[in-house]
C-alpha cells in the first residue's frame, strides 16, 4: 500500500525518482541519509522527517512548515548553528515509536507546495554546509528504502491521529479485541466511534433485524433498498464499517449462557441490551473471566408537560469487579414492564449517541487514551437539568 502510495503521488516519486532514500513510516514521510556538519565540524548524516498530509490514494499538500530531525543539530562551516531553521531542541516520539531529536521551522512564503518543495528545501539547507566542504556527499543514494506498514486494521492511514500529533496516544488501543453485545440505537453508536479506533478486532453480537425504526435511532442514512430487504443489524452495520476497519467480525445470535463462551477471548464488553437477566449471567461470566466491561442505558419518560425527561446511564467493571454493581443496584437486572415508559423503549438518537459517547470516553480512559482523574464506574446524566453525577469510584 505504502509503495503505491508514493507511485500515485508526483512529489513522493519525484522524491524516490531522483534518488532520496524516502520511506513512509506511521503516516509520515521520512528522508534518511541527509549530509550535515556538526557543531565540530565534523560530516554527519540524519534523518528528516514530515508529517504526511494524505488526499485520496496520494499524498495531500503539507499541512504546515514544521519538520522534525533526528541526529544532532545542523550547522555552519564555521560551527554556528543554523539559526534559520532552529525550533523546538527537544527530544519527541512522533507515531509508532518513531524518536526525533529537534524540529526544524523554515516557511516559505505561500507555503509549501507539495512534499517534493518542503523536503528537498529543508534538505538544502541542512546539507548545504556539508557540501560545501566536500562536494561529493549527497542525499541522493538511489538507495531502496523499504517503507514500513504499521499493520494497522484500519483500512487507510489514521492522518487525523498524525496530525494532531496523537498516534503514540492512540496506539494504545491497538491490542484491544473489542466485543459489543447488542447493534441497536446505543451500540450502533459504540461501533461507529470504536470502528475509528485501531483496535485488534470488533465483534458484534445481534440477531435482530435492520428495520424501519433502527434508522432513526442509528448513524448514518440507510437507502430504501437496504430498508426493503431487511438484513441482520450485525450484516447491515458491517457492510458499512468494513469500508474503514478490516476485523469486524459478526456473530447473528443473542448472547445466551449456552454461548458465553464466544466472550473469552475478548478484552472489552460493551453491553448494549435491554434485558436484564441475561445481563446478569453476562457480567457473572465476565467477572469470572476478570474481563473488563461497560453496561449502558437509558430511561427517557413522559413529563406532565408532554416532553421528555430521563436519565443516561454508564457503568462501569474493571476487570470483572462487579461488588459495587450488585451492592449498590447500579443496574436493573429485570426484563421490564411493557407498560411503563423504558419498556416502550423510548430511544433518540442524540441521547443513544451521547450514551455511546460516554462509554466509549470511559473506556478509553481505563486503556490510557483519556486522563482519568475521578476513576468513576457509574455515572448518571440528566436530561433535564444537564448535569452527570459521579459515582462509586476506584480506592
Known amino acids: ?37 556538526n557543531a565540530s565540524k565534523q560530516i554527519k548524516f540524519g534523518t528528516l522527517v514530515a508529517v504526511l498530509t494524505i488526499a485520496g490514494n496520494k499524498s495531500g499538500k503539507p499541512n504546515n512548515h514544521v519538520a522534525y530531525f533526528i541526529g544532532e543539530q545542523p550547522c555552519n562551516k564555521d560551527g554556528s548553528i543554523i ?42 539547507i541542512i546539507s548545504g554546509p556539508a557540501q560545501s566542504m566536500d562536494n561529493s556527499i549527497t542525499p541522493k543514494t538511489f538507495r531502496l528504502v523499504e517503507s514500513v506498514d504499521e499493520n494497522s486494521e484500519l483500512k487507510y492511514p489514521d492522518t487525523n491521529s498524525s496530525r494532531a500529533g496523537i498516534t503514540t496516544i492512540t496506539d494504545k488501543l491497538k491490542a484491544q479485541k473489542v466485543g459489543i453485545i447488542g447493534v441497536g440505537g446505543t451500540g ?39 430498508l426493503k430487504e ?11 464499517y468494513s469500508r474503514m476497519h478490516s476485523n469486524i467480525v459478526i456473530r447473528d445470535k443473542y448472547i445466551i449462557e449456552s454461548n458465553l463462551s464466544e466472550l473469552q477471548d475478548l478484552n472489552f ?20 473471566k476478570k474481563i473488563s466491561f461497560i453496561d449502558v442505558g437509558m430511561g427517557i419518560e413522559l413529563a406532565p408537560n408532554n416532553s421528555l425527561i430521563g436519565m443516561i446511564r454508564t457503568t462501569t467493571s474493571k476487570n470483572g469487579n462487579v461488588d459495587n454493581i450488585y451492592t449498590n443496584g ?12 423504558y419498556g416502550q423503549n423510548i430511544q433518540i438518537a442524540e441521547l443513544n449517541a451521547l450514551n455511546a459517547a ?6 478509553k480512559k481505563l486503556c490510557g487514551f483519556y486522563y482519568d482523574a475521578e476513576k468513576e464506574n457509574h455515572s448518571l446524566f440528566s ?11 476506584e480506592a
Not at 431487511?230 to 458499512?240: A, E, L, R, V
Open 330 to 341: 447500579r443496574i436493573s437486572l429485570a426484563d421490564g414492564d411493557e407498560d411503563d415508559e
Open 188 to 226: 450502533s453508536y459504540i461501533l461507529d466511534f470504536v470502528a475509528k479506533c485501531p483496535v485488534k478486532e470488533i465483534r458484534i453480537f445481534d440477531n435482530d433485524e435492520f428495520l424501519l425504526h433502527n434508522a432513526f435511532r442509528a448513524p448514518g442514512a440507510p437507502d430504501e433498498q437496504s
Open 230 to 240: 431487511t438484513p441482520k443489524k450485525t450484516h447491515y452495520f458491517q457492510g458499512i
Open 1 to 37: 500500500m505504502l509503495h503505491k502510495l508514493i507511485d500515485h503521488s508526483p512529489d513522493l516519486k519525484k522524491l524516490r525518482d531522483e534518488g532520496y532514500e524516502i520511506k513512509l513510516e506511521h503516516n509520515h514521510v521520512l528522508i534518511s541519509n541527509v549530509p550535515y556538519l
Open 358 to 363: 460516554l462509554a466509549v470516553i470511559k473506556w
Open 269 to 288: 464488553v460493551f453491553i448494549c441490551i435491554d434485558k436484564g437477566s441475561i445481563k446478569q449471567i453476562i457480567m457473572d461470566y465476565l467477572a469470572a
Open 83 to 124: 539559526s534559520a531553521i532552529v525550533h523546538g531542541q527537544n527530544k519527541t516520539v512522533l507515531a509508532g515509536g518513531i524518536q526525533v531529536d529537534r524540529s526544524f521551522s523554515n516557511k516559505p512564503q505561500g507555503g509549501y507546495i507539495d512534499y517534493y518543495h518542503k523536503m528537498t528545501t529543508y534538505i538544502n
Open 383 to 393: 436530561i433535564d437539568d444537564n448535569t452527570i453525577l459521579n459515582e462509586d469510584f
